[in-house]
């Protein structure tokens, strides 16, 4: 499951998931359409396919009480999840919800949390039936959502998926609306920027994330199989997708879509959080062209084609002008000519 | 959802609970069969009904590190939500499992973590399909699992399940073995007591628990319609249900089967741990003494009727050769002849 801004999470993450589903070893169930490795676990409960995700924020790790209102914290803790549903183009449907706080919490704050997760509930049509309170060290609760989806079918009744291992050669990269601007929100909200309405939109950005379920519901209509959310960012997510396809991808940094709000906060570091910065939630999109044109005609705002997948080692290579330019860990500050 | 037990658990979780169930309000989606308020959620999907619920494990308060293997944390993680389902009547299908640790845990021991949760896994028939770490404060990891199931149906279709909701005035109320043996098994691990057989089996009542699946199915099977599982401790537990029922229970103290390894070891308090010590994840089963008896007949160690439901408050008497007896907060040694 996707895991939120790496640069910021367990530095191992992707290693130890790696030696635990090791122990857990391949699954034997056939019910099990889809397991570890990809946005939502897919499994068959007769003729439906219930999808399952989840995902956890940690305070002063994946939030900041400080700096976000806790209505905030509330509609993203449940928009992330969300979108993992929105990246397999499922619908979500039930969520559960965990917090783990000291015994001493702050009832009032937590009811102002629930009111966050509640907003968010009502504008993506998920039931919230449940969970769990339980005592922790911290006051600022840990909130672990668990979400369901359900996924379309085909006329067959075989469920229609995103996947991220079905990116072939010869596809295009696309994706489904202007990046950074999150990363940019969260600079803006720890660094300072001057409070107008490039700051706001940014900041909006970063803690109210809106998931693409009408893409990913579009992507799947027009016959789109591959895609996932950018919670880690561009670059290291398409990664994700080439690594479970086997194939590499070549990114035209010039195309890639700029937040405008971003341009005019931050215009020296625009395309580099674009291209690096996590928590857009838009999503990637890869396909044959002319599919991707099918999903993008019945998008209020289009599809925009930023690369194309070709043969090769698992690599995404970022190009300037045609020219390969290497990508650091901390944005576009790092990067430099290859 | 059950939360593990209160005595050492969040002070005020239940009405914390309620205040945030109350912002949530009630769902208007007619899928929702269970919502807020029984062991899990549940949910039709299609033709099928799935259930789901989460259970989270913090370190120092529901497990302790320097007392149990990792291996045996593992298995009671994914042991506790089993339980839940169990208590449901339904089935276990799938799970997710979120590490929140330190950015330096040992990997090692979250391997060991892992061999436990496989052990769970395929002793229920329980699918391991994802998850995610996370980087929290401690390196003692607070583990959560999400675990669906599927409810069994009925000849038309409709989901038979085992509500807290559905005592009857005149109902029996059994349950499915011996209690008081978990949490005989924790006062051994921390005070300390002979090791002998009757230690080691209390601590393996303790560390291990074995969710009654074969006692849920045999319920729905015989048209029980009551039950839950004992995670709070019996009178408790009773409890909930008197509530969600609208009924009064009583109980016949000589009637509540104790565990023998109790006995052996803590003569003095084995009664009393079998009425308020949590965590031995046996079944409350509760329907008119025929269906009883018919669901009984089917298992290897019959069902022990130890009370009735009665008219009256939301409320539990707890009945010593016909004499109410008062249930304090810390087991029999602080019950008092009422």
Redesign the interface.
């Given at each position: 499951?996707a895991?939120?801004d790496p640069s910021?999470?367990?530095?191992?993450?992707f290693g130890?998931?790696e030696?635990?589903a090791a122990?857990?070893?391949a699954?034997?169930?056939e019910?099990?359409v889809?397991?570890?490795?990809d946005d939502?676990?897919v499994?068959r409960?007769?003729?439906?396919y219930?999808m399952?995700?989840?995902?956890?924020l940690?305070p002063r790790?994946?939030y900041d009480p400080d700096i976000a209102t806790w209505e905030d914290v509330g509609w993203k803790t449940l928009a992330v999840n969300v979108s993992d549903i929105a990246a397999m183009g499922g619908t979500p449907?039930?969520a559960?919800v965990?917090l783990?706080?000291a015994?001493d919490?702050d009832?009032a704050l937590?009811?102002r949390l629930?009111?966050g997760?509640?907003a968010c509930?009502e504008a993506y049509?998920v039931?919230?039936?449940?969970?769990?309170?339980?005592?922790?060290?911290?006051p600022s609760p840990?909130i672990?959502v668990?979400l369901?989806g359900?996924a379309l079918r085909a006329d067959d009744g075989t469920p229609l998926l995103l996947r991220r291992n079905a990116a072939r050669v010869g596809d295009a990269v696309a994706v489904t609306g202007a990046l950074g601007g999150a990363g940019g929100g969260l600079r803006a909200l720890r660094n300072g920027a001057p409070h107008d309405a490039g700051r706001s939109a940014l900041v909006q950005r970063h803690v109210r994330p809106m998931p693409r379920l009408d893409a990913g519901h579009a992507a799947i209509a027009a016959g789109v199989e591959c895609g996932m959310d950018i919670s880690d960012g561009l670059v290291q997510d398409l990664g994700h997708i080439c690594r479970a396809s086997g194939v590499s991808a070549e990114v035209d940094a010039g195309l890639v879509p700029l937040d405008p709000s971003l341009v005019s906060v931050y215009p020296e570091d625009a395309r580099g959080l674009a291209l690096t910065a996590g928590e857009d939630y838009e999503l990637i999109l890869i396909a044959p062209g002319d599919v991707l044109a099918t999903a993008s005609a019945t998008l209020e705002s289009p599809l925009i084609v930023i690369g194309r997948i070709v043969e090769g080692a698992p690599r995404v290579r970022v190009l300037d002008a045609g020219r390969e330019i290497a990508i650091g860990q901390g944005g576009w500050d790092h990067l430099k000519p290859g």
């Open positions: 499951m895991s939120g910021i999470d367990h530095p191992g993450e130890l998931i030696r635990l122990i857990i070893g699954p034997s169930d019910r099990l889809v397991g570890i490795g939502a676990a499994w409960a007769g003729e439906s219930v399952a995700t989840t995902d956890t940690v790790v994946h449907t039930l559960l965990t783990v706080t015994p919490v009832m937590m009811e629930y009111v997760i509640r509930a049509g039931t919230v039936a449940g969970g769990d309170v339980v005592s922790g060290g911290a840990t672990t668990a369901l359900e």
